[in-house]
T-cell receptor, first 111, second 110 residues
């Protein structure tokens, strides 16, 4: 299995632009999680899905952030408009049983 | 929410044992995990322990759980330079939420 796949691995954009991060979970995993990692706040859970349905989005920082999971093999995290304080590494993870497996992350830089 | 704490840095000499400690607040955590993050990479699951266990050993890794004190530790025997990374403790809250500590940066000195 290729593991959790995320794209792009690096994204540099200007403030105000729309950013879309993508994730392909491990096949057969029915839960998907989006995390953000920063030096100041560490790892934060943004949102998670069970069977493609958003269950808890209380970690989404503000309305500029949205996430979708149109099917079991794909999810997106969108930031519109992006701001410099959104710069971070965004991780996607999928889960089987009680164990989460993480993707390599997308390093986002908003100038 | 859960509060998970770790010391930020640990340095050991190659060949020595490393012990990374973690404390948490939610006594109902079912599973407790250790993840490793190498520079520029994602989090790699190293090992985990179920809350009804006191110890789990997996090759060079030993996990100790003291539920009374809400203390989790990861011991790496015969630490190698390739073990240099950031190690995250993570505990479950409820059925789905996973709370991470700040991470401990382990530096192995040759």
């Amino acid at each position: 299995d290729a593991g959790v796949i995320q794209s792009p691995r690096h994204e540099v954009t200007e403030m105000g632009q729309e950013v879309t991060l993508r994730c392909k979970p491990i096949s057969g995993h029915n839960s998907l999680f989006w995390y953000r990692q920063t030096m100041m706040r560490g790892l934060e859970l943004l949102i998670y899905f069970n069977n493609n349905v958003p269950i808890d989005d209380s970690g989404m920082p503000e309305d500029r952030f949205s996430a979708k999971m149109p099917n079991a093999s794909f999810s997106t995290l969108k930031i519109q408009p992006s701001e410099p304080r959104d710069s971070a590494v965004y991780f996607c993870a999928s889960r089987t049983g009680d164990t989460q497996y993480f993707g390599p992350g997308t390093r986002l830089t908003v100038l | 929410g859960e509060d998970v704490e770790q010391s930020l840095f640990l340095s050991v000499r190659e060949g020595d044992s490393s012990v990374i400690n973690c404390t948490y607040t939610d006594s109902s955590s079912t599973y407790l995990y250790w993840y490793k993050q190498e520079p520029g990479a994602g989090l790699q699951l190293l090992t985990y322990i179920f809350s009804n266990m006191d110890m789990k050993q997996d090759q060079r890794l030993t996990v100790l759980l003291n539920k009374k004190d809400k203390h989790l530790s990861l011991r790496i025997a015969d630490t190698q330079t390739g073990d240099s990374a950031i190690y995250f403790c993570a505990v479950t809250e409820g059925a789905n939420n996973l709370f991470f500590g700040t991470g401990t940066r382990l530096t192995v000195i040759p």
